[in-house]
T-cell receptor
């Protein structure tokens, strides 16, 4: 089972600032998913990236998959308090049903 | 369409007791997976059930077990509870159409072991 390392672990910023969180592995990802988890809720899938070099945008969120498929980043432009939450990257292991291997997460707080 | 529901939402038990948690998947979803979330270890995969059969299992002791019923509802059981079992237990369901199928998570059951 490969290990997914996320950085930073914690991030506290002011509304309107930009930020980037990272997800890295020493092995190649088959694909990678990003989730957001809010307090009292389960994680919600934001995006799946599959192809090396792929860039996907979801409103103010931009997801990049590294060319070598060993890293990924999530960039948020002009963060808002509603972006507050735990951001998790996860690798699906489709050789074993629907198992997901999660990174440790980045806890983001956006202050008004 | 209703989302994944988990009951109960909160539970307090003492060491040595056992506990059963329930998960009702989204209608039509046949795969149910269980995860444990703790501040120290993060989100870790427990097991997955599909068509009433355990299809995959994570690296947890045998005290953790589960089952799935013919209507796809699933239960997980933890016997001889330990303090370290205090966690948020999440279940996720999916249609299981194949590659990179989307998993939908419930809100979780927060278990506290005293």
């Amino acid at each position: 089972t490969q290990l997914l390392e996320q950085s930073p672990q914690f991030l506290s910023i002011q509304e309107g600032e930009n930020l980037t969180v990272y997800c890295n592995s020493s092995s190649v990802f088959s694909s990678l998913q990003w989730y957001r988890q809010e307090p009292g809720e389960g994680p919600v899938l934001l995006v799946t990236v599959v192809t090396g070099g792929e860039v996907k945008k979801l409103k103010r969120l931009t997801f990049q998959f590294g060319d070598a498929r060993k890293d990924s980043s999530l960039h948020i432009t002009a963060a808002q308090p509603g972006d507050t939450g735990l951001y998790l990257c996860a690798e699906p292991n489709n050789n074993a049903g629907n198992m997901l291997t999660f990174g440790g997460g980045t806890r983001l707080m956006v202050k008004p | 369409k209703a989302g994944v529901t988990q009951t109960p939402r909160y539970l307090i038990k003492t060491r040595g007791q056992q506990v059963t948690l329930s998960c009702s998947p989204i209608s039509g979803h046949r795969s149910v997976s269980w995860y444990q979330q703790t501040p120290g270890q993060g989100l870790q995969f427990l097991f997955e059930y599909f068509s009433e059969t355990q299809r995959n299992k994570g690296n947890f002791p045998g005290r953790f077990s589960g089952r799935q019923f013919s209507n796809s509802r699933s239960e997980m059981n933890v016997s001889t509870l330990e303090l370290g079992d205090s966690a948020l237990y999440l279940c996720a369901s999916s249609l299981d159409r194949g590659d990179r199928d989307t998993q939908y998570f419930g809100p979780g059951t927060r278990l506290t072991v005293l």
